[in-house]
């Protein structure tokens, strides 16, 4: 079945980087474009970041814009989020999802907690 | 890009119908077929039971309908039940060069 398991989140001071990844199994990744999504504590949803099926093209949140970047490694079947700069605005639940056609996302990991603090 | 709109709260009783509205502009919900629906329960990772306006994906229930006019799209739940109480989301592609956007959440109360 298909299974999509984030890691990388935690504690981090503002200023700090962190690495989020997303390791999926179950479907052909190759085939899927892939997003981040983020859940600010008691807020909505918000875009982070996407990416298409073949890496051609990538779109941000602007408040994310210059600061983070998606990747893909199709022979690890694994989506990335590299966060520079962080910021107290970033804290929140990042998930993964895979997406079956222009933001349906059918598919989510189980978010993992960010939290920039001093 | 803006947040579409949806009322920020919707409720009826067990067995009736509901419908959640979710206005945005002719770039992005009125200009394209990709409009989705997402149900999210507390502390749970958001799932998907509408997409491309009017499809459900398997496992959902045809209680769930999705439909649009112009640039609102709506979701109808009908025949409450308990388990349908959560928040809903509506989320609109907005063109190859830009990022889709999210309605503000609508908090759907079975009473």
């Known amino acids: 079945q298909v299974q999509l398991v984030e890691s990388g989140g935690g504690v981090v001071q503002p200023g700090r980087s962190l690495r989020l990844s997303c390791e999926t199994s179950?479907?052909?990744?190759?085939?899927?474009?892939m997003h981040w999504v983020r859940q600010a504590p008691g807020k909505g949803l918000e875009w982070v970041a996407v990416?298409?099926?073949?890496?051609?093209?990538?779109h941000y949140a602007d408040s994310v814009k210059g600061r983070f970047t998606i990747s893909r490694d199709d022979s690890k079947n694994t989506l990335y989020l590299q966060m520079n700069s962080l910021r107290a605005e970033d804290t929140a639940v990042y998930y993964c999802?895979?997406?079956?056609?222009?933001?349906?996302?059918?598919?989510w990991g189980q978010g993992t907690l960010v939290t920039v603090s001093s | 890009q803006s947040a579409l709109t949806q009322p920020p709260s919707a409720s009826g009783s067990p067995g009736q119908s509901v419908t959640i509205s979710c206005t945005g502009t002719?770039?992005?919900?009125?200009?394209?077929?990709?409009v989705s629906w997402y149900q999210q329960h507390p502390g749970k990772a958001p799932k998907l039971v509408i997409y491309?306006?009017?499809k459900r994906p398997s496992g959902v229930p045809d209680r769930f309908f999705g439909s649009k006019s112009g640039n609102t799209a709506s979701l109808t739940v009908s025949g409450l039940q308990a388990e349908d109480e959560a928040d809903y989301y509506c989320?609109?592609?907005?063109?190859?060069?830009?990022?889709?956007?999210f309605g503000g959440g609508t908090k759907l109360t079975v009473l």
């Open positions: 990416i298409w099926y073949d890496g051609s093209k990538k």
């Open positions: 491309d306006v009017t």
């Open positions: 999802a895979r997406d079956i056609s222009y933001y349906s996302d059918d598919s």
């Open positions: 179950g479907f052909t990744f190759s085939n899927h474009g």
């Open positions: 002719s770039s992005d919900v009125g200009g394209y077929n990709y």
């Open positions: 989320t609109s592609y907005a063109g190859s060069n830009n990022l889709g956007v």
